[in-house]
Protein backbone atom coordinates (compact mmCIF):
# COMPACT_ATOMS: atom_id res chain seq x y z
CA UNK A 1 0.00 0.00 0.00
CA UNK A 2 1.04 3.49 -0.82
CA UNK A 3 0.64 6.67 0.04
CA UNK A 4 -2.68 8.45 -1.13
CA UNK A 5 -2.17 10.23 -4.94
CA UNK A 6 -4.00 12.90 -6.01
CA UNK A 7 -3.93 14.63 -9.32
CA UNK A 8 -5.85 18.13 -10.28
CA UNK A 9 -7.18 18.23 -13.96
CA UNK A 10 -7.81 21.50 -15.45
CA UNK A 11 -9.40 20.47 -18.78
CA UNK A 12 -11.07 17.44 -20.33
CA UNK A 13 -7.82 16.62 -22.13
CA UNK A 14 -5.95 16.16 -19.01
CA UNK A 15 -8.68 14.03 -17.52
CA UNK A 16 -7.94 12.03 -20.51
CA UNK A 17 -4.41 11.99 -20.44
CA UNK A 18 -4.51 10.41 -17.00
CA UNK A 19 -7.05 7.85 -18.16
CA UNK A 20 -4.59 7.32 -20.88
CA UNK A 21 -1.59 6.27 -18.93
CA UNK A 22 -3.98 3.74 -16.85
CA UNK A 23 -4.79 2.25 -20.03
CA UNK A 24 -1.57 2.10 -21.80
CA UNK A 25 -0.67 0.16 -18.26
CA UNK A 26 -4.11 -1.75 -17.82
CA UNK A 27 -3.58 -5.74 -17.57
CA UNK A 28 -6.08 -8.57 -18.15
CA UNK A 29 -8.54 -8.45 -15.34
CA UNK A 30 -8.36 -5.28 -13.91
CA UNK A 31 -11.27 -3.38 -12.17
CA UNK A 32 -11.34 0.33 -12.46
CA UNK A 33 -13.70 1.67 -10.15
CA UNK A 34 -14.90 5.24 -10.60
CA UNK A 35 -16.88 7.23 -8.17
CA UNK A 36 -17.66 10.93 -7.41
CA UNK A 37 -21.10 13.06 -8.49
CA UNK A 38 -22.39 14.01 -11.78
CA UNK A 39 -19.98 16.01 -14.32
CA UNK A 40 -17.17 14.64 -12.06
CA UNK A 41 -15.28 13.66 -15.36
CA UNK A 42 -15.55 9.85 -14.78
CA UNK A 43 -16.85 9.34 -18.64
CA UNK A 44 -14.04 12.01 -19.36
CA UNK A 45 -11.47 9.49 -17.96
CA UNK A 46 -13.17 6.67 -18.98
CA UNK A 47 -12.57 7.44 -22.78
CA UNK A 48 -8.93 8.10 -21.92
CA UNK A 49 -8.45 4.46 -20.81
CA UNK A 50 -9.64 3.10 -23.53
CA UNK A 51 -7.43 5.12 -25.93
CA UNK A 52 -4.96 3.97 -23.53
CA UNK A 53 -5.73 0.82 -24.74
CA UNK A 54 -5.82 1.65 -28.34
CA UNK A 55 -9.49 1.53 -28.48
CA UNK A 56 -10.62 3.58 -31.82
CA UNK A 57 -14.20 4.39 -30.67
CA UNK A 58 -15.53 7.28 -28.79
CA UNK A 59 -16.16 5.98 -25.38
CA UNK A 60 -20.04 7.92 -24.45
CA UNK A 61 -21.21 6.65 -21.44
CA UNK A 62 -23.66 3.96 -21.21
CA UNK A 63 -26.13 5.28 -18.53
CA UNK A 64 -29.23 4.02 -20.74
CA UNK A 65 -27.67 0.61 -21.77
CA UNK A 66 -25.96 0.37 -18.47
CA UNK A 67 -22.81 -1.72 -20.39
CA UNK A 68 -20.74 -0.96 -23.34
CA UNK A 69 -17.89 -3.63 -24.45
CA UNK A 70 -15.05 -1.72 -27.05
CA UNK A 71 -12.55 -3.79 -28.46
CA UNK A 72 -8.98 -2.50 -28.01
CA UNK A 73 -5.38 -3.97 -26.98
CA UNK A 74 -7.92 -5.70 -24.32
CA UNK A 75 -11.84 -6.21 -24.16
CA UNK A 76 -13.13 -2.75 -21.97
CA UNK A 77 -16.33 -3.18 -20.52
CA UNK A 78 -17.47 -0.33 -19.32
CA UNK A 79 -20.53 -0.38 -16.71
CA UNK A 80 -22.08 2.86 -15.63
CA UNK A 81 -24.38 1.94 -12.54
CA UNK A 82 -26.05 5.64 -11.64
CA UNK A 83 -29.57 3.88 -12.68
CA UNK A 84 -29.33 0.72 -10.51
CA UNK A 85 -31.13 1.22 -7.29
CA UNK A 86 -29.99 -2.17 -5.72
CA UNK A 87 -26.61 -3.66 -5.81
CA UNK A 88 -28.12 -6.97 -7.06
CA UNK A 89 -29.27 -5.40 -10.38
CA UNK A 90 -25.52 -5.18 -11.31
CA UNK A 91 -25.40 -9.51 -11.34
CA UNK A 92 -28.08 -8.64 -14.06
CA UNK A 93 -26.03 -7.08 -15.85
CA UNK A 94 -23.50 -9.53 -16.31
CA UNK A 95 -20.88 -7.55 -14.48
CA UNK A 96 -19.73 -10.59 -12.31
CA UNK A 97 -18.90 -12.42 -15.68
CA UNK A 98 -16.76 -9.30 -16.78
CA UNK A 99 -15.15 -8.96 -14.07
CA UNK A 100 -13.32 -12.26 -13.53
CA UNK A 101 -12.68 -12.07 -17.39
CA UNK A 102 -9.65 -11.48 -19.57
CA UNK A 103 -10.72 -8.02 -20.45
CA UNK A 104 -10.90 -5.05 -18.39
CA UNK A 105 -13.45 -3.35 -16.58
CA UNK A 106 -14.15 0.57 -15.65
CA UNK A 107 -17.21 1.26 -13.70
CA UNK A 108 -18.92 4.24 -12.97
CA UNK A 109 -20.74 4.99 -10.01
CA UNK A 110 -19.29 1.84 -8.36
CA UNK A 111 -19.98 3.23 -5.16
CA UNK A 112 -23.49 2.24 -5.57
CA UNK A 113 -22.59 -1.89 -5.59
CA UNK A 114 -19.63 -1.14 -3.45
CA UNK A 115 -19.70 -5.14 -1.81
CA UNK A 116 -19.49 -7.18 -5.51
CA UNK A 117 -16.25 -6.14 -6.52
CA UNK A 118 -13.25 -8.65 -6.79
CA UNK A 119 -10.73 -6.78 -3.34
CA UNK A 120 -8.06 -6.11 -6.10
CA UNK A 121 -10.26 -3.46 -7.85
CA UNK A 122 -8.36 0.15 -7.79
CA UNK A 123 -11.25 2.91 -6.54
CA UNK A 124 -10.71 6.06 -8.13
CA UNK A 125 -12.56 9.46 -6.73
CA UNK A 126 -13.06 12.11 -9.20
CA UNK A 127 -14.26 15.54 -7.92
CA UNK A 128 -15.06 18.77 -8.69
CA UNK A 129 -11.70 20.67 -7.40
CA UNK A 130 -12.35 22.93 -4.09
CA UNK A 131 -11.25 26.17 -6.56
CA UNK A 132 -11.49 27.03 -10.35
CA UNK A 133 -13.31 24.66 -12.52
CA UNK A 134 -10.99 21.84 -12.51
CA UNK A 135 -11.55 18.28 -11.41
CA UNK A 136 -9.98 16.01 -8.54
CA UNK A 137 -8.91 12.39 -8.94
CA UNK A 138 -7.71 10.43 -5.74
CA UNK A 139 -6.53 7.38 -5.58
CA UNK A 140 -6.36 6.53 -1.58
CA UNK A 141 -5.36 2.57 -1.80
CA UNK A 142 -3.15 0.57 -4.16
CA UNK A 143 -3.79 -2.65 -4.40
CA UNK A 144 -0.02 -4.06 -5.43
CA UNK A 145 -1.12 -5.02 -9.18
CA UNK A 146 -1.70 -1.32 -9.48
CA UNK A 147 1.52 -0.11 -7.94
CA UNK A 148 3.39 0.67 -11.20
CA UNK A 149 0.33 1.77 -12.88
CA UNK A 150 -0.48 4.43 -10.23
CA UNK A 151 3.87 4.72 -9.99
CA UNK A 152 3.24 6.36 -13.47
CA UNK A 153 0.56 9.00 -12.72
CA UNK A 154 3.21 10.49 -10.27
CA UNK A 155 5.08 11.73 -13.35
CA UNK A 156 1.60 13.32 -14.53
CA UNK A 157 2.22 16.97 -15.53
CA UNK A 158 0.16 19.36 -16.91
CA UNK A 159 -0.69 20.78 -20.42
P1 LIG B 1 -19.23 12.14 -15.33
O1 LIG B 1 -19.10 10.95 -16.22
O2 LIG B 1 -18.47 11.98 -14.02
O3 LIG B 1 -20.64 12.57 -15.08
P2 LIG B 1 -18.02 13.57 -17.54
O4 LIG B 1 -16.80 12.78 -17.80
O5 LIG B 1 -19.17 13.38 -18.45
O6 LIG B 1 -18.50 13.39 -16.02
O7 LIG B 1 -17.56 15.09 -17.49
C1 LIG B 1 -18.47 16.14 -17.26
C2 LIG B 1 -17.93 17.39 -17.91
O8 LIG B 1 -16.75 17.81 -17.26
C3 LIG B 1 -17.58 17.19 -19.37
O9 LIG B 1 -18.04 18.30 -20.11
C4 LIG B 1 -16.08 17.11 -19.36
O10 LIG B 1 -15.52 17.53 -20.57
C5 LIG B 1 -15.74 18.08 -18.23
N1 LIG B 1 -14.42 17.85 -17.61
C6 LIG B 1 -13.79 16.69 -17.39
N2 LIG B 1 -12.61 16.88 -16.77
C7 LIG B 1 -12.47 18.22 -16.58
C8 LIG B 1 -11.46 19.04 -15.99
N3 LIG B 1 -10.36 18.50 -15.44
N4 LIG B 1 -11.67 20.36 -15.97
C9 LIG B 1 -12.81 20.89 -16.49
N5 LIG B 1 -13.78 20.18 -17.07
C10 LIG B 1 -13.64 18.85 -17.12
MG1 LIG C 1 -20.52 9.56 -16.94
Known amino acids: MTEPLRIHTTSPDET ?15 VFLLCGPLGAGKTCLTQGIAWGLEVK ?9 LMTRYRGRLTLYHFDL ?4 DPL ?5 GLDEQLFGDGACVVEWAERAEEVFPEYSLWIDLDYAEEGDGRTITIAEVPARYQAMVESL ?6
Do not use: C, M
Not at 16 to 30: I, K, N
Open 89 to 93: EAWDL
Open 16 to 30: QAVGRLLGERAQPGD
Open 154 to 159: KGFKHG
Open 57 to 65: EYARSPTFV
Open 82 to 85: YRIN
